[in-house]
């Protein structure tokens, strides 16, 4: 990413649109990493909210260094395909790795204008004593490309097709950080606030 001259910082006045008015009875926030925990808080207010008033909008505020891919898509899948609410969600700082995914999650998404988004390819760390054979290896391998391109094809979607999913794998090889003007122009948000 090239640094941003001094004239392009001021160009951000014609970028910025006004900020949607929240109900902060209604919005939520993912601070944090991806993790089971906050996959359950937030869960469980995103349930409450939903029993008290179905059809309301409801918000969610992002700011995720990531985390496991699989509890992302968990969350992802839960929003868009389980519980259905009216979600908008707005990315500010730091949104990485699985965290995008959850920011991916909204029908409707925006990006506040000092936000980053990273994208890279699944990994792990091993701080045990555990022996691994070539076969968990293989393994682990099998599943961690699995993740890429399911993470790939969520991310494929919500441009709706500007990225394939391919291009989505070379982004994340090449530990892409996109600014929050870059991710809307390629449809990853639908404006900056």
């Not at 395909?81 to 920011?103: R, Y």
């Not at 990006?111 to 701080?127: D, E, I, P, S």
């Not at 122009?185 to 606030?193: D, K, T």
């Amino acid at each position: 990413m090239k640094k941003p001259s001094l004239k392009q910082c001021d160009l951000w006045t014609d970028v910025i649109i006004s900020t949607p008015r929240l109900n902060p009875l209604r919005t939520i926030e993912w601070l944090g990493g991806v993790t089971h925990a906050n996959l359950g808080l937030v869960l469980g207010k995103v349930k409450d909210l939903l029993a008290s008033k179905t059809n309301e909008e409801m918000t969610l505020i992002v700011n995720s260094p990531g985390g496991a891919t699989g509890i992302a898509m968990s969350f992802y899948d839960t929003m868009r395909s389980v519980l259905k609410p009216s979600l908008t969600t707005i990315g500010s700082g730091d949104v990485d790795s699985s965290g995008i995914i959850i920011f991916l999650s909204g029908t409707t998404r925006y990006l506040t204008r000092n936000t980053t988004l990273l994208f890279h390819l699944a990994g792990r760390t091993f701080g045990t004593e555990k022996r691994f054979s070539t076969a968990d290896l293989e393994d682990i391998l099998k599943e961690d490309k699995l993740k890429d391109y399911q993470y790939a094809c969520v991310v494929s979607d919500a441009t709706k097709s500007r990225l394939s999913p391919e291009k989505v794998l070379e982004m994340m090889a090449r530990n892409t950080v996109l600014t929050s003007e870059e991710a809307v122009n390629l449809g990853l948000a639908h404006r900056v606030i």
